[in-house]
């Protein structure tokens, strides 16, 4: 059974920095891992992804602000977050998918409150 603990999230100042952090047990090698997010009322939204070769891929409204960077042998993806917006509160999933289940699965969620 795969199990993915999130850790990082909190209440920051817009400008501030929060560094998320995403470890999967149960399982190794993960063919994609990730954040998600979700705002009050709005649609569950891509962040960030990053694949074994450490080809990442960014929201438009986050690019230039945010980093993902992943710990192999740890299976830990981390989401470093600068510039933060009031914008960027929300709950954030860590998602990891394996070539025997590409659905991948979903961490518990952690909060990101953004004050203005």
């Known amino acids: 059974q795969v199990q993915l603990v999130e850790s990082g999230g909190g209440v920051v100042q817009a400008g501030g920095s929060l560094r998320l952090s995403c470890t999967a047990s149960?399982?190794?090698?993960?063919?994609?891992m990730g954040w998600y997010r979700q705002a009050p009322g709005k649609q569950r939204e891509l962040v960030a992804v990053i694949i074994p070769n450490g080809t990442s891929r960014y929201a438009d409204s986050v690019k230039g602000r945010f980093n993902i960077s992943r710990h192999k042998v740890a299976n830990t993806v981390y989401l470093q977050m600068d510039s933060l917006k009031p914008d960027d509160t929300g709950v954030y999933y860590c998602?990891?998918?394996?070539?025997?289940?590409?659905?991948?699965?979903w961490g518990q969620g952690t909060q990101v409150t953004v004050s203005s």
């Open positions: 149960g399982s190794i090698n993960p063919t994609r």
């Open positions: 998602h990891a998918a394996f070539s025997w289940a590409p659905q991948g699965y």
